[in-house]
């Protein structure tokens, strides 16, 4: 059974930084897109930011230059580092790992709350 568990949310003011974590269990990930999505209230969810297993990465426009994704193939986790955090990253991030070609291979994570406040 795949699990996956995040870490690392939680309150920071405008500027400041948060790490989110997820590590996979369950079965081997080699084939595995792993990213981060994100959902704030009243909105739909977003992808945020994806990372293939070869390294590949892809963001969302809005966090270019202040996320950064990575990931260990052998710990299978998954990690978003963010920056210069900003009132409108407020969100429950959510972490995904999905087969690149059978599309029902597809876990989520149960949630973490990111809260960007003064």
């Known amino acids: 059974q795949v699990q996956l568990v995040e870490s690392g949310g939680g309150l920071v003011q405008p500027g400041g930084s948060l790490r989110l974590s997820c590590t996979a269990s369950?079965?081997?990930?080699?084939?595995?897109?792993m990213g981060w999505y994100r959902q704030a209230p009243g909105k739909q969810r977003e992808l945020v930011a994806v990372?293939?297993?070869?390294?590949?990465?892809t963001y969302v426009d809005s966090v270019k230059g202040r996320f950064a994704i990575s990931r260990d193939n052998v710990k299978n986790t998954v990690h978003l580092q963010m920056n210069s955090l900003i009132p409108e990253d407020t969100a429950v991030y959510y972490c995904?790992?999905?087969?690149?070609?059978?599309?029902?291979?597809?876990?989520w994570g149960q949630g973490t709350q990111v809260t960007v406040s003064s």
């Open positions: 369950g079965r081997s990930f080699n084939n595995y897109a």
């Open positions: 990372i293939t297993s070869a390294g590949s990465t």
């Open positions: 995904n790992v999905r087969h690149t070609t059978i599309r029902i291979l597809d876990y």
